[in-house]
């Protein structure tokens, strides 16, 4: 399955794509909040609680930049901060993104 999301970077693409086919489209929803941003995508578990955030921006092949939120229970914030990891490697990446999405 090819996936190509408009006006993201071919590492992006690659990313969700590797993401679908491991854990498969019902298991986590992709959110391009970021829409401009050609580096950085976001996802949501399936009841939209927690939001996983990947950013490639000035870093090399292989690094990623990550942040994760929490859904705000402050009716001002739509989501919050829940942490940050700089420069980590893919495998990392999955084992956060399970973790904060909740997918086994």
Do not use: P
Not at 28 to 57: M, N, P
Not at 73 to 78: A, Q
């Amino acid at each position: 399955m090819a996936i190509s999301i408009k006006n993201k970077e071919d590492r992006i693409n690659k990313l969700v794509e590797y993401l679908l086919q491991k854990y498969g489209s019902d298991s986590f929803v992709i959110k391009d909040y970021w829409d401009a941003d050609r580096c950085a995508i976001g996802f949501t578990d399936i009841s939209e609680q927690y939001l996983f955030y990947i950013s490639i921006y000035n870093l090399d092949e292989g690094r990623y930049f990550v942040v994760l939120e929490n859904l705000s229970k402050d009716s001002d914030l739509f989501y919050e901060a829940a942490g940050e990891f700089n420069n980590v490697q893919l495998i990392e990446v999955e084992s956060i993104f399970t973790k904060h999405l909740r997918i086994n």
